[in-house]
């Protein structure tokens, strides 16, 4: 199954071009990889109205069906990637943010300090990942394995109940 993809990395230095975007291509290619789509990338400043916007926007379009931000999830003042994703969700999907953030905390305590969070928006999935090259990486891994099934849920397809029917011992 295709899989279309947005990609927000959420950068005032980035977006301003004091600094090369890392985390947005490394997504890029991880998505690449497994078969599916990138329809859409974009390097935005950490500014709610902008982060509200351009969700809401890929969202209702029906060119994605998943969207992936990196950056601004921290503590810092500007970080408000949570907030502009948050402000636009229809649904919240609290397990993928807790998933992510425990499987971090195998690696580093400062995953605790991450504010990701994931939600559903008409039928598009958003997810909030790290800025870092390597957390935004390392938690794509983590979501990958049930990112089909959740967009065959969202579409309503017959075939997404496969995935919830007891296996026969």
Not at 65 to 72: E, P, R, S
Not at 97 to 112: C, D, N, Y
Request: hydrophobic share 40%; charged share 25%.
């Amino acid at each position: 199954m295709d899989i279309r993809f947005g990609v927000v990395t959420v950068s005032d230095r980035s977006a301003s071009g004091e600094r090369v975007d890392a985390s947005g291509p490394i997504l890029v290619d991880a998505i690449r990889i497994q078969g599916w789509s990138v329809n859409k990338v974009v390097i935005i400043p950490d500014d709610l109205e902008r982060i509200k916007a351009t969700l809401a926007t890929w969202a209702d379009s029906d060119q994605v069906d998943v969207i992936l931000t990196t950056g601004g999830t921290g503590f810092a003042p500007r970080d408000v990637t949570p907030e502009g994703t948050q402000a636009i969700l229809e649904r919240l999907v609290p397990g993928i943010p807790e998933v992510m953030r425990a499987e971090s905390l195998k690696i580093t305590p400062h995953a605790m300090l991450s504010r990701m969070t994931a939600g559903i928006r008409k039928n598009t999935l958003i997810i909030n990942l790290p800025g870092s090259p390597k957390a935004a990486l390392e938690n794509f891994h983590v979501i990958k394995p049930v990112l089909e099934h959740a967009v065959k849920l969202l579409k309503d397809d017959p075939g997404s109940e496969q995935g919830h029917l007891a296996t026969k011992q």
